[in-house]
């Protein structure tokens, strides 16, 4: 009996020990931020653009970690976040638009041509029989059940208020901090309690930090502020721990942070622009902070932390300056877009003791290969899922430095009318990616270009009348990609019935 019970303690000790050393995961998400939207050059050369930011943390990550030049996101916000969450392409879970606040209220602009697409506008949901929602597991359930602590701090539009999906609380997080339905804040000022004035909240307004009302303390730094008490515990508990700290700088609205406004406007950016570059640096100081933090803990080197924006930098002529769909160059075009501008992001992985330090992968991933890899740097071996995971884990990339994988191929899927306005590759479109050949199909006009990303990262010279044979495999792998996704199509006014698979 006796040795039964010491075999007991044992087995209890040695699952302690193999828990407390399990890496703690930080996912450190922007919104709306552009692969150029930072002094890190992610491209072959510094661009006027990252001479404009001032982003030292970000840096820092880069030359303690792995810096990804081609990963991308979807062109918005809330098929981008179903995506990781959930580790389906956007195709297959049909949430190809953000989500309103609202339930039950799709958020397509009216169309001449298309009708309103069937698709998912209520976003995810944990459980079943939720109307227009993808059902399925969420992975930071998955990190409780083995044992971490998970914590969700900002952000969250993974569906609209009033659904389960909505409240991080159902998907497997024990602590939430500001996380709902709401896609944006409705202020990132403190003097005006982030949107909660009496008599003048609205479905944007930023919950959970009452603490910050009428003070100088900008939403980015009262978030940051918050996600770090929320570590002391698991810390104390040597319990490892997952923290998705989710800003929503740099969305709209442009808030100047004052702290460094005035630097902005010294280099000469007007203000709406020098209030823009504000946010960026607000977030990289949270960054920052988050790498001080554990470093004082000393727990820096068993703590994953992963960079990641939600979809490309904000283009629109009406909220940005300068020239229209510009504001990512080299790239083309912005939020909202299939091109390279809307879908591709600034990415970095610190591991420490796996990552070589200052390394680059040069291999494309894409948003819904987080799922995998950050169960797998978990140590999961072993889940299940409601849903077909597509994506495919990038540890080891990390692991083994630049290794390329073998080519396989990517999918955008954007059937809804996103803004009022046609853009480059705004509204209705596809893209498909298979080595560093780029097909671009409009379902408005059934135009499909064709672009060579290695010599031509701009999109600017179409290839398909030069090489129609690429043109048509490029086409006939989007309509096979879209079929086995069971993805849905536009729908035209005149004819009532969906539009044909590309051909």
């Known amino acids: 009996m006796k040795k039964i019970i010491v075999l007991a303690i044992l087995l209890s000790f040695q699952q302690l020990f193999a828990q407390s050393n399990r890496p703690n995961i930080i996912l450190f998400m922007v919104d709306d931020m552009g692969w150029q939207d930072t002094s890190v050059p992610f491209w072959k050369e510094v661009t006027p653009l990252n001479k404009k930011y001032h982003t030292p943390n970000m840096q820092r990550l880069a030359d303690e970690g792995m810096k990804f030049t081609n990963a991308y996101a979807t062109p918005v916000c809330t098929p981008t976040r179903v995506s990781l969450l959930t580790g389906m392409n ?5 949430v190809t638009l953000w989500t309103s606040p609202v339930r039950d209220n799709p958020t397509d602009s009216k169309d001449d041509q298309f009708k309103l697409v069937d698709w998912n ?18 992975f930071p359930q998955l990190l409780k059940e083995a044992g971490y602590f998970t914590i969700h701090v900002g952000k969250a539009h993974w569906g609209s208020n009033g659904t ?25 000022l403190g003097q005006e309690n982030y949107g909660n004035k009496p008599g003048k909240a609205g479905w944007q307004a930023v919950p959970d ?12 730094e009262a978030l940051t502020l918050e996600a770090l008490k929320t570590l002391e515990e698991p810390i104390k508990r040597k319990q490892p721990f997952f923290l998705n700290l989710s800003h929503y700088a740099v969305h709209v609205p442009i808030n100047a942070d004052k702290r460094f406004f005035q630097k902005y406007l010294d280099a000469g950016l007007d203000s709406l622009e020098a209030g823009y570059a504000t ?35 904000l283009s629109n002529p009406k909220v940005r300056s300068g020239q229209p769909f510009t504001q990512n160059a080299p790239l083309r075009a912005g939020k909202g877009s299939v091109y390279e501008g809307g879908i591709r992001e600034p990415m970095i992985v610190k591991w420490p003791g796996v990552v070589k330090k ?30 077909t995971v597509d ?6 990339n990390l692991k083994n430095g630049s290794t390329k994988t073998p080519e396989r191929v990517f999918l955008w899927h954007s059937p809804n009318k996103w803004i ?39 999109e600017k010279n179409d290839l398909s009348g030069k090489n129609p044979r690429q043109a048509k495999i490029m086409l006939d792998l989007l309509a096979k990609e879209l079929k086995k996704n069971k993805a849905q199509l536009p729908v035209s006014k005149a004819t009532g019935e969906e539009v044909v698979y590309p051909k």
């Open 391 to 396: 994506g495919r884990s990038f540890v080891d």
């Open 209 to 220: 930090l009452q603490q910050y009302y009428g003070t100088d303390t900008f939403l980015t």
């Open 420 to 458: 009022p306005e046609d853009g480059p590759g705004i509204n209705y479109y596809s893209a498909v990616r298979k080595g560093d050949w780029k097909l671009v199909y409009s379902y408005r006009t059934g135009k499909a270009e064709l672009y060579d990303l290695k010599n031509d990262i701009g």
């Open 358 to 387: 200052g390394t680059v992968a040069e291999t494309p991933v894409i948003i819904e290969d987080f799922f995998p890899a950050i169960l797998q740097i978990a140590g999961l071996k072993k889940y299940k899922t409601i849903q």
């Open 164 to 188: 389960p999906g909505s409240n991080p609380y159902n998907l497997g997080f024990m602590v939430n901090i500001s996380g709902t339905g709401a896609g944006h804040p409705q202020s990132y």
């Open 121 to 138: 506008y209520n976003g995810f949901s944990n459980i079943g029989g939720v109307p227009h929602t993808v059902h399925a597991t969420p």
């Open 279 to 313: 946010l960026i640096e607000g977030m990289d100081k949270s960054l920052g902070d988050i790498m001080d933090f554990l470093k004082g803990k000393k727990i820096e080197s068993n703590t994953v932390i992963i960079f990641m924006s939600d979809n490309g930098g």
């Open 90 to 94: 956007v195709a297959r879970h049909r």
